[in-house]
């Protein structure tokens, strides 16, 4: 085997191990009633929601199958998590779908992910989501 394929093998794996702990202290664990989960220092210095205000929630929620209410915590997590997924599968799969891998990996699609991210930003402060 190739040392190139080697590494990015050793990498995937050492990723997803890191999900999998990450995921079980996260079902363990509940983000608001343990002291290890760090608090939004946006939130606490203005009063406002950031983007990622009750993702740790949410996927605690998610995880243990309350999807409703991973919803309510922030509804960003369903797209989050298949933007997510996209980027992945088109990462894994460069040499099969590289017109996949280069849309995901242009300007504009981090341009759209950035808006989307400033939308929902905007629209949870304005509407009390």
């Given at each position: 085997?190739?040392?190139?394929?080697?590494?990015?093998r050793?990498c995937?794996l050492v990723?997803?191990?890191a999900a999998?702990?990450?995921?079980v202290?996260?079902?363990?664990?509940d983000?608001a009633t343990?002291?290890?989960f760090p608090?939004?220092?946006?939130?606490?210095l203005?009063?406002?929601?950031?983007?990622g205000?009750?993702?740790?929630r949410?996927?605690?929620?998610?995880?243990?199958?309350?999807?409703?209410?991973?919803w309510r915590y922030n509804?960003?997590?369903?797209v989050?998590?298949?933007?997510?997924?996209?980027y992945?599968?088109s990462?894994?799969?460069?040499?099969?779908?590289p017109r996949?891998w280069a849309?995901?990996?242009?300007?504009?699609a981090?341009?759209?992910?950035?808006?989307m991210?400033v939308?929902?930003w905007v629209?949870?402060?304005?509407?009390g989501?």
């Amino acid at each position: 085997m190739r040392p190139g394929r080697l590494w990015r093998r050793l990498c995937a794996l050492v990723v997803t191990v890191a999900a999998a702990v990450l995921a079980v202290a996260y079902a363990w664990l509940d983000p608001a009633t343990f002291p290890l989960f760090p608090k939004c220092i946006f939130k606490s210095l203005t009063g406002l929601s950031c983007p990622g205000c009750g993702l740790q929630r949410a996927l605690h929620a998610a995880l243990h199958g309350r999807l409703a209410e991973a919803w309510r915590y922030n509804a960003m997590l369903p797209v989050l998590a298949a933007v997510l997924v996209a980027y992945a599968t088109s990462g894994l799969w460069q040499r099969r779908w590289p017109r996949l891998w280069a849309a995901l990996n242009s300007a504009w699609a981090a341009m759209a992910v950035l808006a989307m991210i400033v939308l929902w930003w905007v629209l949870r402060n304005l509407l009390g989501i």
